[in-house]
């Protein structure tokens, strides 16, 4: 590697993604996808096997040729990334397989050595290993071999590695797959320790709901390559689904009443003033998974309607062919209704 420094950082946006696309033969996988992320800002992107996460990850990185579309990655198109901006960037892959005989300090030892010609005043490169060891939490098996950790230790490793030259962008793809729930909590106390203090983008894709309303600012649902939905948790629930849902109790009959416009207090006043027989009165609103499942749910009803109507002119009764309704407006936009529970 040359001792290039790299540019200072001249902008505040690390990602800036423009209707990005991707032919694999004749199979459209990303058709059009637009985002941009903010320095230190993490953003989860979440969305069914096969929708195109992996491929937009590889693009971002430079591992694969976009089809079109403008794709900028601190500042750089990464079709023609040098290693002096891909030492700003932090990878994380499903899996580390090589370097089984290693120890791990002195694996990372060894690859933190690569980063050196590329510190900056800003940027100090790499990160300490000791220091680094004990941020991932492996303090305890610094001496062992690679091949003798667990899986949960291992990705640990992954991370350590993904990070070694303190990148200002890590892409990390399902990070906590196979993860115990404390690993799992250590893990995201490091996302949020980068991001947090020292203003690190992360990327990641999660197929965990939970983790990703834990974990990101923003959540992007990609879905048969197109970005359905963007935003943070809560705006996503707030916007997608509906809204909240009211639950009581009246003579040991329990109800339900979805509200899909504005405050559910509202509902809920009207309901006291009417009705002083109340008991067991919840406000639940819709979960992150509600969200999702109602996303994905929406977006593939209207492309099988759009394959649907481009193959078939066909007459059919107008009812038939009226936009199906969401999974979230099937929830009850605004009805009341008794509940078995
Ligand atoms: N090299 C390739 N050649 C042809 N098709 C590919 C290639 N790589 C991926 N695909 C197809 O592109 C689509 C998107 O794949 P991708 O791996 O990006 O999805 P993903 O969202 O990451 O899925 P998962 O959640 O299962 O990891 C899939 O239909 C896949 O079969």
């Not at 071999?145 to 990070?163: F, H, M, P």
């Not at 906590?176 to 020292?198: K, Y």
Request: glycine residues 8%; negative net charge; aromatic residues 6%.
């Amino acid at each position: 590697m040359s001792a290039q420094k790299a540019p200072p950082p001249t902008s505040n946006v690390a990602l800036d993604v423009r209707d990005l696309r991707m032919r694999y033969g004749t199979k459209d996988v990303l058709t059009g996808v637009s985002f941009t992320a903010d320095r230190g800002e993490v953003l989860a992107l979440l969305g069914p096997n096969g929708a195109g996460k992996t491929t937009t990850i590889e693009i971002l990185e430079g591992f694969r040729m976009r089809s079109a579309g403008e794709v900028a990655v601190l500042g750089q198109d990464p079709a023609h990334g040098d290693e002096a901006w891909r030492a700003r960037l932090g990878v994380v892959l499903q899996s580390w397989r090589d370097h089984g005989r290693w120890r791990v300090r002195d694996l990372l030892g060894y690859l933190a050595r690569f980063y050196g010609p590329y510190s900056t005043a800003e940027v100090t490169r790499p990160w300490d290993v000791d220091e680094l060891i004990k941020v991932v939490g492996l303090a305890e098996h610094a001496r062992a071999k690679v091949q003798t950790l667990s899986g949960g230790q291992r990705r640990r490793l992954d991370v350590a590695i993904g990070i070694v030259g303190r990148p200002e962008l890590v892409f990390l793809d399902e990070p906590t797959a196979g993860f115990d729930p404390h690993a799992r909590r250590e893990f995201h106390d490091l996302v949020h320790r980068l991001a947090d203090f020292e203003n690190t983008t992360i990327l990641l894709t999660t197929h965990d709901l939970d983790e990703a309303e834990k974990l990101a600012d923003r959540i992007l649902v990609l879905d048969k390559g197109a970005i359905v939905a963007n935003g943070s948790a809560e705006r996503l629930a707030r916007e997608l689904t509906t809204q909240a849902e009211v639950r009581w109790t009246v003579d040991g009959h329990r109800h339900v009443h979805a509200v899909t416009e504005g405050d559910p207090t509202g509902f809920v006043r009207e309901l006291l003033a009417h009705d002083t027989e109340v008991t067991d009165l919840e406000v639940k609103r819709a979960s992150l998974e509600d969200t999702y499942m109602s996303l994905v749910h929406r977006a593939e009803t209207s492309q099988a309607e759009t394959s649907q109507a481009e193959t078939s002119q066909a007459e059919t009764n107008p009812s038939e062919t009226r936009p199906a309704e969401s999974q979230a407006a099937t929830n009850g936009s605004g009805r009341t209704g008794e509940v078995q529970s």
